[in-house]
């Protein structure tokens, strides 16, 4: 097969792959280990069913999660109603009432784990460690924003104090060399190229109060990498960079959420990027 027809079909496939549209189920009131149970046991309400399609197993498992309570909509449109993918928010919590926050290092037991079982694309200890002070500090520079981050434990005393955990679950890096090859092909054959396959980024994050310890919030959010990129979409020949945007978007995210639930307005810090910074 010529070299062009092959990067053709490859383009064919890459933009096929990405048609399905994934379905997003939101009740603030159900907790993620609530909305978890659910889908496992709608499921398998569909796995005991004797349909064939793929489309009429989708419609099954989506009316199952209605009658639980939930609203079904698209993975996009969720994000533009709550932000996450998933969101838990404790009904009784008042966050006007907090002062300050304190932001813990980033857990990345899940990637460290998950790391060891990809020998090609194996990352070091270092470099995931930095992706975590780097996750730490984006979303600390954007939180302190809405309210106060107080980074010393020994602070906190006589405050009304929230307390959030991240727990970094999946990470991407960026393929500059496929990326670079679809390029060169795109110039050759003078047709437009799609980038690699996007890498997918999940994080999980609770909102504790700092002293009793009462979980107020709880989200968890699956993202694509293209995500918050510039315009010029420069990001796809650095290793790192959408990593980066990501942690920005869900930040950005974060920090919307406890602007809205403490009644103060908040401009989104993300803006529209011509170039990439």
């Known amino acids: ?44 309400v569909v796995d005991s069913s004797d349909f064939k399609d793929t489309g009429l197993k989708q419609r099954k498992f989506n009316q199952c999660m209605r009658r639980k309570g939930y609203e079904v909509v698209s993975e996009a449109k969720a994000e533009k109603i709550q932000g996450f993918k998933e969101l838990w928010i404790n009904p009784e919590a008042d966050f006007k009432t907090y002062e300050a926050i304190f932001i813990d290092k980033v857990d990345l037991s899940q990637v460290k784990v998950k790391n060891t079982k990809i020998p090609s694309a194996k990352m070091t200890d270092e470099d995931i ?62 047709l437009p190229m799609p980038e690699g396959p996007a890498g997918i980024f999940s994080f999980e994050g609770v909102v504790t109060d700092f002293f009793s310890k009462e979980r107020l919030i709880v989200i968890s959010s699956e993202t694509k990498a293209d995500k918050n990129s510039s315009l010029m979409g420069l990001e796809k020949f650095e290793r790192w960079k959408r990593a980066y945007n990501i942690m920005d978007y869900w930040a950005d995210h974060l920090a919307a959420l406890l602007a809205k639930l403490r009644c103060q307005k908040y401009k989104s810090q993300l803006g529209i990027k011509v170039v990439d910074f």
């Open 1 to 44: 097969m010529p070299v062009k027809n092959k990067f053709c079909l490859l383009a064919l496939i890459l933009f096929l792959a990405g048609c399905a549209t994934k379905m997003a189920y939101l009740n603030t009131q159900r907790t993620v280990e609530e909305i978890r149970k659910d889908k496992t046991d709608c499921q398998a």
């Open 129 to 190: 460690n930095s992706l975590g002070e780097e996750m730490l500090r984006r979303f600390c520079k954007v939180i302190n924003i809405v309210m106060p981050v107080i980074s010393d434990k020994e602070k906190v005393e006589g405050k009304k104090v929230l307390y959030i955990n991240l727990k970094l679950n999946n990470i991407s890096q960026t393929n500059i060399g496929l990326n670079t090859a679809l390029e060169v092909a795109g110039q050759m054959s003078g």
